[in-house]
């Protein structure tokens, strides 16, 4: 099934400016346009700080029963899609299944760099009216590098005149003012970051210092010929870029079920447990490099983990980067078998005797990997016997279960939903009262608890 990806437009716009990005990423992910309130076909009732945006397009996502979804913010609406996004990653919005986001020339979480000048005459076009149609050329004409074609033109000057004023004041005034950079944490989720390369004020250079440092996942582009229309002015150079971003970037590991996705995103989980789900389900970067291992090492221990724990051909598991993030951030289970080296030791050292098993074939590193586990395997070489492989071939195996399990697709395999135990509602998360200290009805009442 095609993900879903909700768009969120600019300042002055509508879901309309994603027409040409929607049919020439047909096929590849479903785009699904948001009016924010105030502007296209949505009324400014609903509310213009951020926050109220952030919950206008919660509520529309949720409504839409998508499971596996992205977020594409241009500008206004970038700045949106980070809230959106990072709300969705602690668990706080009660949303599951987001995958990626895109940001085309995006307002920061941070206020956004704006010149007071042009600020201030584009407050004065909505002071007292609705902005008239030389106000509305102007601004198009401003943003874009060259003139637009006459359809997309006018489709983009007709967006302009019929913002809400009010809405069109109070993102100028104070939505693109708001700061919330300390509210919401780095993000894992995979970004891709474009900029136009005539933009001004939110071009290639503001893009890297405000927007791309929120995603360690991030990948940054300039897209030429265009400034801060992206949608409207570049369609084919932007689709372009999504597309190998999807494929390369997101396209990956396994989708949890919708039935299971709908269970995380139920009030039966907590916030906190709906965060570490949404992390696991993150697809892996094919791209990634090894922080604890060396290049050689990982390639060993994907082969392990493939005799360990086959997987099928489409949408696999990076069980071994999941290892390795788990050495280089120290966490492992807190056990280390006696006479055994530091985790990330022993896995050195027994990745570097099981390399030339594992060039041969899977087939041959299967047969060695028997041999360990029995211990008949003598290493021919390294700092370890065959008693601390066969330790820690036995420690590495828990390990790379332990990855395959904790994912919440592996979970709806195995029909596993002990997560759903409450939520944060009034039973909380498992138990309020341990009872010590506490009588059963049939004591007396001078027994000793």
């Not at 309130?37 to 529309?60: I, K, L, N």
């Not at 601004?139 to 809400?164: I, K, S």
């Not at 939505?175 to 136009?196: K, N, Q």
Request: aromatic residues 6%; hydrophobic residues 45%; charged residues 25%.
């Amino acid at each position: 099934m095609t993900a879903t990806a909700f768009c969120l437009h600019a300042l002055g716009s509508s879901s309309e400016e994603f027409a040409a990005l929607r049919a020439r990423l047909s096929g590849t992910v479903d785009l699904v346009g948001i009016d924010l309130p105030g502007f296209g076909s949505s009324s400014a009732v609903t509310g213009t700080t951020v926050e109220e945006m952030a919950v206008h397009v919660e509520r529309a996502i949720g409504t839409s029963g998508a499971t596996e979804w992205a977020l594409v913010g241009h500008s206004m609406g970038g700045k949106v899609a980070s809230v959106v996004a990072g709300r969705t990653m602690s668990g706080a919005n009660g949303l599951f299944g987001l995958r990626a986001v895109v940001l085309l020339a995006a307002s920061p979480l941070s206020p956004e760099p704006m010149d007071e000048e042009r600020r201030a005459s584009m407050l004065a076009w909505a002071a007292d009216h609705e902005i008239g149609p030389d106000e509305a050329a102007e601004f198009v004409d401003a943003n874009t590098a060259d003139r637009l074609a006459p359809e997309p033109y006018a489709m983009a000057v007709h967006d302009v005149r019929r913002a809400d004023p009010a809405a069109w004041t109070a993102w100028l005034l104070r939505g693109s003012r708001e700061d919330w950079s300390d509210a919401i944490a780095p993000s894992p989720v995979p970004a891709l970051v474009l900029a136009g390369a005539e933009d001004g004020d939110l071009g290639p250079d503001a893009q890297r210092e405000v927007n791309l440092p929120h995603w360690p996942r991030g990948e940054f582009d300039v897209v030429p010929g265009a400034a801060h229309l992206l949608p409207w002015e570049q369609p084919d150079a932007v689709a372009d870029r999504i597309r190998s971003f999807w494929e390369r970037r997101v396209d990956h590991g396994p989708a949890v079920p919708a039935a299971s996705a709908r269970i995380i995103a139920s009030p039966r989980v907590s916030a906190k447990n709906r965060g570490v789900l949404a992390a696991r389900a993150l697809p892996d970067d094919p791209a990634a490099r090894p922080r604890a291992l060396s290049v050689a090492q990982l390639d060993t221990l994907r082969a392990v983990a493939r005799v360990v724990v086959p997987q099928p051909a489409e949408r696999q598991i990076d069980l071994a980067i999941r290892v390795d993030a788990q050495l280089a951030d120290g966490l492992g289970d807190g056990w280390r078998v006696d006479g055994l080296p530091a985790d990330a030791d022993a896995y050195r050292a027994a990745l570097d005797v099981l390399a030339p098993e594992a060039a041969v074939s899977d087939e041959r590193l299967a047969d060695v990997l028997d041999a360990v586990d029995d211990g008949t395997y003598t290493p021919a070489g390294g700092i370890l016997d065959g008693g601390q492989l066969r330790a820690w071939f036995e420690d590495a195996g828990v390990d790379l279960v332990k990855q395959w399990l904790a994912h919440p697709a592996t979970m709806a395999a195995i029909d596993y939903d002990g997560f759903a135990n409450g939520g944060d509602g009034v039973r909380k998360q498992g138990f309020q009262l341990l009872g010590a200290g506490q009588r059963e009805a049939w004591e007396p009442d001078g027994a000793t608890p």
